[in-house]
């Protein structure tokens, strides 16, 4: 297993940092003229939130490469070794690759809408087709799928660590979203929340 995850983890992470951030933020700038990256670095939560956020790919990065070297080194990011199962890094790859596919999808229905970050500046269109259906963060749970994924691949105090953090910040930041677009959508947005669910 270890040889695929050689393969696999470096190919994952230039698919995720390269299309769901690096290309989309091209795309959506060469469309708006709008730098879609608006983590700002607000007094309160915001700030916590957007720290962490410019963190993550680091700490992700990171891991993978401690992974990487010779194996010796890994046990630097305290292993949890009763998790560390073929069949459980295989759900971890498959989980991984479900919340890359989410994400994709979720950010393409955005179009022009897209932003990392909220866009205290400039209004953007209200979406709720496709994903947006079912779930009014389907980027955010696509993270999710991710980092769980990525912590069944790696299950160590690292990826346990993300996942937490994860868990708490994205609901942060999920609220600072919905407080904006309730002030931006009013009664649109309002009802678009009685009829579909934080995640799914």
Known sequence: MREILTLFLPIYFILLFGLAFAWRSW?????TGINPGRLLDNAGPEEITSRYFKLLPLLLLLVMVVFLLPEANYEYLA???WLQHEYLQTLGVAIMS???VVILLAQGQMGESW???VDYDHRTEFVRQGLFKYSRNPIFAGIMLSVFGYFLVLPNAITLLIVMLDLALIQVQIRLEEQHL?????????RYCEEVRRWV
């Open 27 to 31: 795309r959506t700038y060469g469309q």
């Open 79 to 81: 292993p949890i070794h």
């Open 98 to 100: 479900a919340g890359l």
């Open 115 to 117: 932003r990392i970050g």
């Open 182 to 190: 309730a002030a931006e959508h009013g009664d649109v947005y309002k």
